[in-house]
C-alpha cells in the first residue's frame, strides 16, 4: 500500500517501544493492522511533509478516516515532541477528549496519564512525561491565561473545527497571533466538513490535505407525515429496525441524558421480548456525564446469536451530537436520525444564554447519515419529512461565537492582553452591539474598568484557582463591588462597631467582608438578621447578584470554582495569598513613621480609621485610596511578611 512502505514514525514488528523502552505487546500489533487500514494512513509522508514545509496545514477529511487518532500520533513519531515540546489535540466535548486518549494510548502501547493524556476541566490526567495531550478547546485557552506564547507545544491540532465552537474560534484568532511570534511552532486545523476553504483563506492560504472517506451508499428515509414526539419515533423505529431489517448496528440521536436514558430503558425492556426469536438487542447510551467505562461500552461488539443458528444479535446506542462527527463507532449500519440537538440560544434582549432542543442543520443531517456507510451500504431514518428537510432547516449551523453572550470571551481575550477587541481576528466577528453589551456588563460586575482595562478584582478571580480558593475570591470581590456593607448610623455607633466586630478577623478587611458574606447566607439572607447587625442589607444583595454572575461566568471560561477547606490552617493564608496575587499593584508597606508608603505611585497614606486592623503590619493590600485632609487607603488586610514573598507573588502575576 502507498505510504506504508514510507513507514513514517510506526515502528516495525517486533520492535521495541521508544516511549516505553519495552517491548511491544501483541495488542499494539493487532491494533496497528487496524490503523493501516485507515484511509489517512495513506496521506502520512504527504501530510509530514506539508507541516515540515508550511506553518498551517488544514485537514479534510470524512468522519472515520482517522484523523484524530492517527494524525498527532503522526506528528509524535515525526519527533516533533523532542526537546521535552508536547503535541496538543483540542477537542470540543470532554467525552471525545478522554475516550481518544484512551484509544491513543492503547494504540501506542503506552500507560495513559503518563506518554499520552488528558486534559479536561477538573480534570488533568497527564504528567511530566506527557508528549501528546488531548483537551478541551476551553481548556487549552485557560492554559493560554498563563501562558501566552504556549511554550510547552510544538504543534497544537486544533480538531474538530468545522463546529466553529467558541473556543475553537477564540484559539484561531490568539494561535493566529501566536504562530507569527513563535515561527518554530506549527498548527493543524482538522475538519469534517466541506469549509475547508474558509479555513486555508483565514490562515493565509494555508495548505489543505483531504482525506478521502470511504462511504458506502446510505439509503435515507423520510416519514411521510412529521412526528409529534421525536423520543417515542425514534424508539420505535429502532425497535423496528432490529425486527425487520438485516444485522448490523443502530445508532440513535436523541438530545440529552433523560432522553437517552429513558428511550434506552424504553428499547431494552421492550427488546426483551424478541430476544429468542430475533437475537438479543444490547442498548447503550452516550452523553457527556457518563462515567468514563460506562461511555467505553460503544465500542463493544455486538452481541452473537443465543445458540448456534439463532439470529446474531445487535448493539444500539443512543447518543448525543457526540456521535456525530466526535467519535466514529464501526458496525453502524442504521442511523435514526429525529433532526434534534441541544443548542446554545443567547437572548440579547434579556441576556440569558440557553441551551434548547432545536432543530439541526442540513450539514448535521448529512454527516449523521454518513455513519451508516462505514463498513457497508446502510440506512437513515429521517424522522421529519423531506419538505421540511429542504425547507425548514438551516444549511448550517451558526457559529456559536453569533449565539453567544460575549462577556466571558471578552474577559478572556482582556486577561490574554487583546485590548483591541473590535479589531481581533474573529473568523466571524461578532456584532459590534454584542461586544459593547459585553463591555457594559463586565463593567457593571466590576470585572473591567471604565477604560475597558481587566481589574485588580478580575485578574484576582482568575488567578484564585491556583490557590484553591475561586469561591472565597469571588465573594470578597463581589463585596468590594458595592457601596458600603457595614452600617454606622452616628447615633447607633458603638452598638454598629459591636456589631462588626463579630465579623472582624485580626487580618484586616477583606477577610472581614468574607465572614460578613458567610454569616449573611448562614442566616438566609435575612432582612431582619441584616437589621440587626448594621449590615446593609440593599448591598447584600447586588453583591449576591453581582457574585452569581461572575459565577455564571467563571464556570463558562472554565474556570474551577474551588474552596479550601474550612478547618485547615491555611484556609485564610491562601485567600490571602490570591488577594495578593491578583492585587500586587495595591500594596503599601509601613514606614518608621508609623505610616504607610505605596508601592504604586509612592504615596504616604494612613490606614482608613474603619479598618478592623489594630496593630500595623509591615505591608498591606488595599482596595480604595482615599483622599480627604489626610490620605487614606481603606479596605485593608496584612499580606505576606516579607518583600520576597510579595515579589514571589508578582512574579507568578507577571508570569500569568
Ligand atoms: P476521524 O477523526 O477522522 O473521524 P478517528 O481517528 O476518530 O477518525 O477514528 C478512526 C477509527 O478509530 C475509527 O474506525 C474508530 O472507530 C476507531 N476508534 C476510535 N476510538 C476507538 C475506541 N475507543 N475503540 C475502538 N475503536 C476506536
Ligand atoms: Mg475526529
Redesign the pocket.
Known amino acids: 500500500r502507498p505510504g506504508v512502505g514510507g513507514n513514517g514514525g510506526i515502528a516495525p514488528v517486533g520492535g521495541i517501544n521508544p516511549h516505553t523502552n519495552r517491548p511491544y505487546s501483541s495488542k499494539y500489533h493487532d491494533i496497528l493492522a487496524k490503523r493501516r487500514n ?1 484511509p ?1 494512513y495513506e496521506f502520512l509522508d504527504d501530510l509530514l511533509a506539508k507541516v515540515k514545509k508550511n506553518q498551517v496545514v488544514v485537514v479534510e ?1 470524512e ?8 494524525i498527532p500520533q503522526f506528528l509524535v513519531d515525526a519527533g516533533y515532541t523532542r526537546d521535552g515540546y508536547c503535541v496538543a489535540c483540542t477537542q470540543p466535548r470532554r467525552v471525545a477528549a478522554m ?2 486518549a ?2 491513543v494510548s492503547e494504540e501506542m502501547d503506552v500507560t495513559m496519564g503518563e506518554e499520552v493524556g488528558y486534559t479536561i476541566r477538573f480534570e488533568d490526567c497527564s504528567g511530566p512525561k506527557t508528549v501528546l495531550k488531548f483537551l478541551t478547546d476551553g481548556m487549552l485557552l485557560r492554559e493560554a491565561m498563563f501562558d501566552p506564547m504556549l511554550k510547552k507545544y510544538k504543534v497544537i491540532v486544533l480538531d474538530e473545527a468545522h463546529e466553529r465552537t467558541l473556543a475553537t474560534d477564540v484559539l484561531m484568532g490568539l494561535l493566529k497571533d501566536v504562530l507569527q511570534r513563535r515561527p518554530d511552532m506549527k498548527m493543524v486545523v482538522m475538519s ?1 466538513t466541506l469549509d475547508a476553504e474558509k479555513f486555508q483563506k483565514y490562515f493565509g492560504d494555508a495548505p489543505l490535505l483531504r482525506v478521502p472517506g470511504r462511504m458506502f451508499k446510505v439509503e435515507v428515509f423520510y416519514t411521510p407525515e412529521p412526528e409529534r414526539d421525536y423520543v417515542q419515533a425514534a424508539i420505535r423505529t429502532a425497535l423496528q429496525i432490529h425486527l425487520c431489517e438485516e444485522p448490523g448496528d443502530i445508532l440513535v440521536f436523541l438530545t440529552g441524558e433523560e432522553e437517552i436514558e429513558d428511550a434506552c430503558r424504553k428499547i431494552r425492556d421492550e427488546s426483551a421480548n424478541y430476544t429468542s426469536t430475533h437475537g438479543e438487542l444490547a442498548v447503550y447510551p452516550l452523553y457527556s456525564s457518563l462515567p468514563p467505562t460506562q461511555q ?1 461500552k460503544i ?1 463493544s461488539e455486538a452481541p452473537g446469536p443465543q445458540a448456534p443458528g439463532a439470529p446474531p444479535g445487535r448493539k444500539v446506542v443512543v447518543s448525543t451530537n457526540i456521535a456525530e ?1 466526535s ?4 458496525g453502524i449500519v442504521y442511523v435514526v436520525d429525529p433532526g434534534f440537538s441541544k443548542q446554545k440560544i443567547y437572548n440579547p434582549r434579556v441576556r440569558v444564554e440557553s441551551l434548547l432542543v432545536s432543530p439541526i442543520s442540513r450539514a448535521s443531517a448529512q454527516q449523521r447519515s454518513g455513519r451508516a456507510g462505514r463498513t457497508r451500504p446502510g440506512k437513515c431514518f429521517r424522522l421529519y419529512t423531506e419538505k421540511s428537510f429542504q425547507k425548514d432547516l438551516q444549511e448550517q449551523t451558526y457559529p456559536e461565537i453569533l449565539r453567544s453572550q460575549m462577556s466571558n470571551v471578552v474577559l478572556t481575550l482582556l486577561k490574554l492582553g487583546v485590548e483591541d477587541l473590535v479589531h481581533f481576528d474573529f473568523m466571524d466577528p461578532p456584532a459590534p452591539e454584542t461586544l459593547a453589551r459585553a463591555l457594559e456588563e463586565l463593567n457593571y460586575l466590576g470585572a473591567i474598568s471604565d477604560e475597558g482595562l481587566i481589574t485588580q478584582a478580575a485578574k484576582m478571580v482568575l488567578s484564585a484557582p491556583d490557590f484553591g480558593c475561586s469561591n472565597e475570591i469571588l465573594t470578597i470581590v463581589s463585596m468590594l463591588s458595592v457601596p458600603q456593607v457595614f452600617m454606622r448610623p452616628k447615633e447607633a455607633a458603638k452598638r454598629a462597631d459591636e456589631a462588626k466586630a463579630q465579623f472582624a478577623h485580626v487580618d484586616g478587611d477583606h477577610l472581614t467582608l468574607l465572614n460578613a458574606y458567610h454569616a449573611y447566607k448562614q442566616h438566609g439572607g435575612s432582612k431582619d438578621w441584616c437589621w440587626d447587625n448594621f449590615i446593609n442589607v440593599r448591598s447584600m444583595g447586588s453583591a449576591e447578584n453581582v457574585r452569581t454572575q461572575l459565577e455564571r461566568m467563571l464556570t463558562r471560561m472554565e474556570v474551577p470554582l474551588l474552596s479550601p477547606d474550612f478547618n485547615a490552617p491555611d484556609y485564610y493564608t491562601r485567600i490571602k495569598k490570591a488577594l495578593t496575587a491578583g492585587g500586587y499593584m495595591q500594596v503599601a508597606h509601613l514606614q518608621k513613621t508609623g505610616q504607610y508608603l505605596t508601592v504604586k505611585d509612592h504615596q504616604i497614606v494612613s490606614i482608613h480609621p474603619s479598618s478592623v486592623l489594630d496593630m500595623k503590619p509591615p505591608w498591606v493590600l488595599y482596595a480604595d485610596f482615599v483622599l480627604t485632609s489626610k490620605n487614606y487607603i481603606r479596605t485593608v488586610t496584612a499580606v505576606g511578611e516579607t518583600k520576597n514573598e510579595l515579589e514571589a507573588c508578582a512574579k507568578r502575576l507577571y508570569q500569568l
Do not use: C, E, N, P
Not at 468522519?63 to 492517527?70: P, V
Not at 467519535?327 to 464501526?330: C, K, R, S, V
Open positions: 485507515l489517512v477529511g468522519t472515520g478516516s482517522g484523523k484524530t487518532t492517527q475516550s481518544i484512551k484509544r469534517a467505553q465500542f462527527t467519535l466514529t463507532i464501526d
